[in-house]
């Protein structure tokens, strides 16, 4: 499943992202839609509002369907037919849509056959793995394993401020193939364009953490066939939904738990291995400094108990002693980052609801 994502880059970085080509061969930029709606977040629950990627075709009749705007909807479904007046009053849970039901279910069956087909952008989603005989639960954060840049591997500086921002600015974001629809209130009103998020069966490098992941879209021919639905019908589109193994994670603190917590600490890696209370090293502080100055995100964390503060380094490391079976990539570039700062100064002591 899928209950909980972050997206906290500013909307330029996100049109980046999202650069494509259309149906002439040339490179385009998608255009935002009510960019007003869109509010960064490292910690986005279901009712709030995403940004999703669509086929401009859905909002102008005379557009080509392979042109892209990308829209902020809600997250769970309002099927169209809703008769009440307040959408929050929605009787069953449409956050997420399995593949092998959603075709027997009316509220999904009915915009995927209107070619309502999306695709959820976001740096990641959250996922909550079960400890063994305890009812703890520990999460970790999922995404795309991410391709160094030509500046970030050529520099002598690969910690700098600077290469950590741009890092940012290259993020792959995760494409998950989403259905949407366009819910108008009975009295009268704004439209109202909500999602649900696609999910299957968890591929094998995430099966020990949960055993549903979301439908994953890797890469831009399988973003294009998606969203395309002026030329690739629901039959065709269907075959693109199946697990991915191109993925990466590392656990996070517990602190993301609680939908409330809008900090970076909901994203930073923690180390499992760790026993005793691991102290912040100088490129740890320095990459929480980033996430909290950088980020569009305005507000400020409020300050947290002193063991909370504490980042210890990228999965890559929580992986090859985990006793869960290897999994592909890790943050590589962001692991040596930290590894080489680590050299360069000593640790410096300093100052985490449920799912």
Known sequence: MCGRTSCH?????????????????????????????????YNQSPRSCSPVLLSRLHLEKDSDSSER?????RWGLIPSW???????????????????????????????????????LADGFYEWQRCQGTSQRQPYFIYFPQVETEKSSSSGTVGSAENWEKLWDNWRLLTMAGIFDCWAPPEGGDLLYSYTIITV????????????????????????????????????????????ENITFHPVSPVVNNSRNNTPECLAPVNLMVKKEPKASGSNQKMMQW?????????????????????????????????????????????????????????????????
């Open 9 to 41: 880059l500013p909307r330029e970085a996100i049109a980046r992202a999202c650069a494509y080509r259309d149906r002439r061969g040339r490179r385009r930029l998608p255009q935002w839609r009510d960019p007003e709606k869109y509010c960064p977040s």
């Open 69 to 73: 705007v990308i829209l902020p909807m």
């Open 82 to 120: 809703f008769r009440e007046g307040d959408p929050s009053k929605l009787q069953f849970n449409t956050t997420n849509c399995r593949s092998d039901t959603m075709m027997e279910k009316r509220s999904f069956k009915v915009p995927l056959g209107k070619g309502r087909r999306c695709v959820v």
């Open 201 to 244: 069966d968890s591929c094998r490098g995430l099966s020990d953490i949960h055993h549903r992941m979301p439908a994953i879209l890797d890469g831009e021919e399988a973003v294009s066939k998606w969203l395309d639905f002026g030329e690739v019908s629901p039959q065709e589109a269907l075959k693109l939904i199946h697990p991915t």
């Open 291 to 355: 996430l909290v100055t950088k980020s569009p995100i305005k507000e400020r964390p409020k300050a947290l108990p002193k063991k909370e503060l504490n980042v210890p380094q990228w999965s890559s490391q929580f992986l090859e002693k985990s006793p869960l079976p290897a999994k592909r990539g890790s943050a590589g570039l962001l692991e040596r980052w930290l590894k080489q700062e680590e050299k360069e100064e000593e640790p410096v002591a300093k100052k985490q609801h449920s799912q």
